[in-house]
């Protein structure tokens, strides 16, 4: 099944779209695919990211996508 | 059971107010609006842009938020109401898009009947709004340059 996923602030910029549509099984498999299609800024970026998985932080480690709808990448933040 | 003043403010439940948006932030509205007849001490932080970074000069800066930005600020300011057992009021706002040099970025402001309570739990609440709410800032430096801070 396809889902969405969302770039925000330096990953919209390496990713060079906001959002795109792709099917994959698990947070591994996403970021492989991420990265072979994007290349290695975004790579770097997905490295020191987090990901809400339909706005839920997901835990460290390979989850699994099943029924997920939405990924949004959260590079670190810089507020305050 | 007599209570003294303090005792018993301690047991109101703290107003809190936070936000996350493009209106300009004005500190000193923010200060007034929290204040009240128990508080004697308010301790506001105000984070500015600032001209320099890493030795660079900066010329134009923005700032982006998550959609859930607005509810994640919340729920510390509400977090630090609750682990500051004196505060009285809590307050966060967060501005985001295009700003100016020496704008204002952050309005956070903390109030109690002594001061002690309202320096720790300010420091406390910028500190957690660093960390924890998803923004995100853009530096574009003078020589053209432009960086996402703290990203590669």
Redesign the interface.
Known sequence: MSLVVRYFASARAAAGVPEEELSVGSVTELVEALSARHGDRLASVLSVSSLLLDGQVARAGNGSLAGVRQVDVLPPFAGG | MHMTTDAATRHVVATVEASVGARELDPAAVLEAVQGGAAGAAVLFA?IVRDHDHGRRVSDLE????P?GGDVIGRIARAVSADHPDVLSVAAH?RVGSLAIGDV??VAVVTSPHRRASFEACEDL?ER??????????QVFDDGTEE?????
């Open positions: 984070g700032y982006e938020a998550h859930s967060h970025a952050l910028v709004i660093k960390a924890g709410v998803p923004i995100w800032k853009r996402w801070v703290n990203s590669p």
